[in-house]
């Protein structure tokens, strides 16, 4: 997938997005699972907004991303406040050639980018050869309810003086997906004329039985299965699902 301009406009898309959550609910699960060290891998980072929040709470933050521009965005905004992240580009399905994390995060629905179950099973792998012993690995993905009653045949819009977007939600071709069509108008303040950006994504989810097994089966213990930053476990209309998994030595 390349972002090419949507890299610029993701933080327009994303401004009202609970980052202090996530940031939170990381530090309060190292807390609860005692993780001693800091070494943090941001995976699919984007921007890096996450990336320069967690730095600044003490994390020592590596990020990765499979765009060339959205890690050019996370580099300026690491620069800007004073922070040192070393970012690479890579596919979070062939991580390779990184040191082992105390955590592993892949945050803002990130995983659900993966396009095959083969793609998801690969990445959970390559996530546990990466981390330290008892070191855990946090995600959210959406839950199958969102992808299906909340975005598939849904437009969402917004018209700014700067940016406007409109949204559009189709049906995707595999079960529980979907493609998110987007077009962006942005002010061209030179001219005073609007350039167009299209952009279109997509997006898979499972149940939260089957990633549960994928982790088992990739050498995790599954520890916290809970929904929409709360301490619960998901609902049948939970819209983001939670999982928090330890590693664990595997039998030889």
Not at 68 to 80: H, P, W
Not at 91 to 100: I, K, R, S, W, Y
Not at 125 to 151: A, M, P, Q, R, W
Not at 223 to 241: G, K, T
Request: hydrophobic content about 40%; some cysteine.
């Amino acid at each position: 997938m390349s972002y090419q301009q949507f890299a610029y406009l993701y933080d327009e898309l994303m401004k009202d997005a609970p980052y202090d959550g996530w940031v939170q609910f990381v530090k309060d699960r190292c807390v609860k699972y005692n993780v001693t060290g800091a070494r943090l891998l941001d995976l699919a980072c984007g921007t890096g907004e996450l990336s320069v929040r967690l730095a600044q709470e003490g994390f020592q933050v590596t990020g990765v991303d499979l765009s060339e521009d959205m890690l050019a965005v996370a580099q300026s905004k690491a620069e800007d406040v004073g922070v040192r992240i070393p970012f690479f580009q890579q596919n979070m399905a062939d991580l390779v050639g990184q040191e082992d994390f105390d955590v592993i995060g892949c945050f803002c629905d990130s995983l659900n980018y993966l396009q095959t179950e083969e793609e998801v099973i690969a990445t959970f792998s390559n996530i546990f050869e990466h981390l330290t012993d008892e070191g855990i690995f946090i995600f959210d993905v959406h839950s199958i309810y969102k992808i299906s009653h909340l975005f598939i045949n849904q437009t969402f819009a917004s018209s700014e003086d700067q940016v406007s977007y409109i949204w559009n939600s189709f049906p995707g071709e595999s079960p529980n997906s979907v493609e998110h069509e987007l077009s962006f108008f942005v002010l061209e303040e030179r001219t005073g004329k609007y350039d167009r950006f299209d952009e279109l994504h997509f997006q898979r989810t499972y149940s939260v039985q089957q990633y549960s097994n994928w982790l088992t089966e990739a050498g995790f213990e599954v520890l916290e299965v809970c929904a929409d930053f709360e301490n619960s476990e998901p609902l049948s209309q939970s819209e983001r699902i939670f999982f928090i998994a330890r590693k664990i030595e595997k039998a030889i």
